[in-house]
């Protein structure tokens, strides 16, 4: 049989996906390759194409975080390209994606999936309701809810949207002094009306599972940067092959996939395992971090890219495991990106095992503006780890001198 016919003759393949963001080059690219070698992609972003371009058959400028706007930007792309999926990974973006699926008649995921998963306080209910261990969160819509909820859940607690409409917007708060401030940040960086939510700070292992087809394929593990406190933003992102904590945490995980309905594609899982066992933080039923992504082919042989690409398109996405080992990522950002020498975006490496890629400018995600980030590798996660941190104090004496 001619594959190449065969793909132009099948409109899951030859029509085009719809991405919605991307982001600095050095993080997205791989990504935007990788969709587009498995079919023709359209590009709707907020900022005007570079880098994008050869990757994209047309591109589109709108406000992502405005479902209308690009609403209309895909029906004017959908004049001369046809669009058959919709593709994102800023979870800011879900409703943009539902407006332009409902416009355009495309595939997706169910209405019942998307009202369970879209809102968190929503998922935690059906979880609770169902048994299923969460972190206790409270819905709150004003001040007084949420002060009610801190001194039901007690400090320390964390304060967040509802419903994001930014990055890393949750918060650590110690003590009620502290909850105005946050409880206002997290309601202007939720959607008008989500209002936040306020959960218990729990003790134990923070821990992310990703699933394909309802299939634990890895687990990433991330610690948070000091210098964001109290917000809580990635600093570090370790994915290991034989995870320790993956024994303790699959019948949790396919309870929440049961419970939510969610058996198909992607599902980003976040949980504590507390010493008490696993803890279910929030569920995304999308790709969010497209270097993590990286992280995890690398380790396991598992391109989670191209299983979202192709699941959005409705094709099967059938993958086999590979384990290899373990691999992290750590960002370079705050003061660290201010010692790190601004420069076209460039590749280095700074040791045998580790990789620095720098932005071509500042990349705002969070609160701390980030300019690059390390790529390590081991054959294991103590050696990862240890790799990682001779890769961060090389880079720390290589920022000193360029």
């Keep these: 049989m001619n594959t190449d016919a065969a793909r132009r003759e099948d409109p899951r393949t030859s029509g085009h996906l719809l991405v919605l963001g991307s982001g600095p080059q050095a993080e997205w690219e791989a990504a935007l390759k990788r969709l587009a070698e498995a079919g023709p992609l359209v590009l709707i972003d907020d900022t005007p194409a570079t880098w994008q371009r050869p990757y994209a058959a047309a591109t589109r400028v709108a406000n992502t975080l405005r479902p209308e706007h690009v609403e209309q930007a895909a029906r004017w792309l959908a004049i001369k390209h046809t669009i058959t999926a919709v593709l994102h990974f800023n979870p800011a973006h879900i409703r943009a994606a539902a407006a332009v699926r409902a416009s355009l008649d495309l595939p997706g995921p169910t209405a019942g999936v998307l009202a369970t998963t879209s809102l968190r306080h929503r998922t935690l209910e059906v979880l609770d309701h169902a048994g299923t261990p969460s972190s206790g969160g409270i819905h709150a819509d004003s001040f007084d809810q949420a002060l009610q909820a801190a001194h039901t859940v007690g400090f320390p607690l964390v304060c967040k949207p509802a419903a994001p409409r930014r990055r890393y917007a949750a918060r650590v708060v110690d003590s009620a002094a502290e909850l105005a401030e946050a409880f206002s940040a997290a309601t202007a960086a939720s959607w008008p009306g989500a209002g936040t939510v306020i959960e218990p700070r729990l003790d134990g292992i923070e821990a992310t599972a990703y699933t394909l087809d309802a299939r634990l394929v890895a687990i990433s593990h991330a610690t948070f940067d000091p210098e964001a406190e109290p917000s809580l933003m990635p600093l570090e992102v370790v994915v290991d092959a034989d995870d320790v904590c993956a024994a303790a945490i699959e019948s949790t995980v396919a309870r929440v996939l049961e419970v939510t309905g969610h058996r198909q594609g992607i599902a980003q899982i976040r949980l504590r395992v507390t010493p008490t066992g696993p803890r279910v933080l929030s569920l995304t039923t999308h790709l969010t971090d ?104 090389q880079m720390q004496t290589l920022s000193t001198t360029t």
Excluded: K
């Design 290 to 393: 497209p270097l993590v992504a990286t992280l995890i082919e690398q380790v396991t042989g598992i391109d989670l890219i191209a299983a979202s690409g192709r699941h959005a398109r409705g094709l099967p996405t059938e993958v086999e495991a590979t384990p290899l080992g373990a691999a992290a990522i750590r960002y370079v950002q705050g003061t660290a990106a201010s010692r790190l020498s601004s420069t076209p975006a460039t590749r280095s490496t700074i040791t045998p095992y580790a990789r620095l890629d720098r932005y071509s400018a500042d990349s705002r995600t969070g609160p701390l503006p980030r300019r690059g980030h390390l790529l390590v590798s081991g054959t294991d996660f103590p050696q990862c780890i240890a790799r990682l941190r001779s890769a961060v104090a």
